[in-house]
């Protein structure tokens, strides 16, 4: 298995808790109740799983081993993704804010209507985002990476998910994810 396609399987587990937000954004945009510890969690799933770990694996090892076998890095496909992450992490810290004015005020509508805006531009972000890495970034990788330099990122990756979330965490996310699929999807 390569490398890209571990962060592939990633974005699968991203784009169906991007479709579990969605559903929250709306449960709560119409008045239905939603378990705040799934809100918590769930946040805790872009800021960890996302951010630290998925985007920690493309940012200290994937783009500087592209960058190392001759792909520009501004101007190019790595320096639009670091723009992305960058803007991810902003909008996860709204949608957060959001979340702290409703915890204040259940029926806050400034906070509800806040938090469903703030969804709807991170899904839209993420999911091109994906896009463009599955199309591009990861073509590139394949093309331009030897089969040395592949089992050494596919090691990175490891250490960087025991060292950066701990051991188990990875597969106690995917549980999450399954549960939340479970109670929000169908």
Known sequence: M??????????????LMLQVLRALAQKLRVGESVEPAHLDQMMDF?????????????EEYLFPAL??????REGGPIGVLLSEHALGQELVERMQEALSLLRVEVDDPVGKAS???????????????IDKEQIV????ANAKLDE?????????????EEDR????????????????A????H
């Open 2 to 15: 390569r490398a890209t396609d571990e962060l592939e399987k990633e974005h699968h587990g991203i784009r």
């Open 46 to 58: 872009f800021t960890v799983f996302v951010d630290k770990c998925h985007h920690g694996k493309e």
């Open 67 to 72: 960058t190392a076998a001759g792909v520009v």
């Open 115 to 129: 938090f469903q805006s703030i969804a709807e531009e991170y899904e839209a972000l993420m999911l091109q985002h």
């Open 137 to 140: 970034l990861f073509a590139l």
């Open 148 to 160: 040395s330099k592949d089992l050494e990122l596919s090691a990175a990756f490891e250490r960087l």
């Open 165 to 180: 979330i701990g051991k188990g965490t990875h597969e106690k996310f995917h549980a999450f994810l399954d549960k939340m």
């Open 182 to 185: 479970t109670v929000y999807l």
